[in-house]
């Protein structure tokens, strides 16, 4: 409580009863800040370090959002776009599921789809897009190989996935693969396999990521 005095913040203690109601939580952690919004245009995004994004396509669930967003963090990506009709990322749940992360990295809110990957096809990067009805799956060593160059991965929403006119829109489609009888992956867990896969890929390739 120190440090944020220090910093300058305005710290007021309240009871728990009004803790429980400004958190929008039934377990709420004791500790609640605003903050003046963090989103940034599209066109604010620094095109010379772009190498890995992600593009959220219709993505309505906020804790799936709030987990892919820390999941890209996590991964090292240089941004994070919520397009077309996704959640709102200053959503409770989905700030919440993001663990900070929404303040690590750039987010873009609001954009349509098709802006954003022009604006990534632009910066150089390939938009593949995660399609558990792909012919192609991330263990193809071409695909491996194709990862090692900058990359923005389209998720769409977890119900239906990305109809036809959004993945026409990617340079590629990859299915996950499914090796056990699980009948697929929760959004936020094969956003997680994927981002993690390019990480890898650029890793390999010697480039790393936020770098040249």
């Not at 829109?169 to 299915?175: E, M, N, P």
Request: one cysteine or more; hydrophobic letters at 50%.
């Amino acid at each position: 409580m120190s440090a944020a005095r220090d910093a300058g913040a305005d710290v007021q203690l309240v009871s728990g009863e009004v803790m429980s109601e400004l958190a929008q939580t039934v377990t709420p952690q004791g500790l609640l800040a605003v903050c003046d919004f963090v989103d940034v245009p599209l066109a604010a995004l620094d095109n010379s370090t772009l190498r890995l994004a992600a593009l959220l396509a219709n993505v309505r669930d906020p804790g799936n959002a709030g987990t892919v967003l820390r999941t890209a963090d996590a991964a090292g990506a240089d941004a994070v776009v919520f397009a077309d009709a996704s959640v709102d990322p200053y959503n409770g749940k989905c700030v919440r599921a993001s663990a900070g992360s929404l303040f690590h990295l750039p987010v873009v809110a609001g954009a349509r789809l098709a802006d954003a990957v022009g604006a990534l096809k632009d910066a150089g990067l390939r938009i593949v897009a995660a399609d558990g009805r792909s012919g192609t799956t991330l263990d193809d060593p071409d695909t491996r190989e194709a990862l090692r160059a900058p990359t923005a991965w389209l998720f769409g929403n977890e119900a239906w996935g990305l109809p036809p006119e959004l993945l026409a829109l990617a340079d590629q489609s990859v299915a996950v693969p499914i090796y056990g009888r699980a009948e697929s992956l929760n959004l936020a867990a094969a956003a997680a396999v994927c981002l993690y896969a390019s990480a890898s890929a650029h890793a390999l390739s010697g480039a790393g990521l936020n770098g040249p």
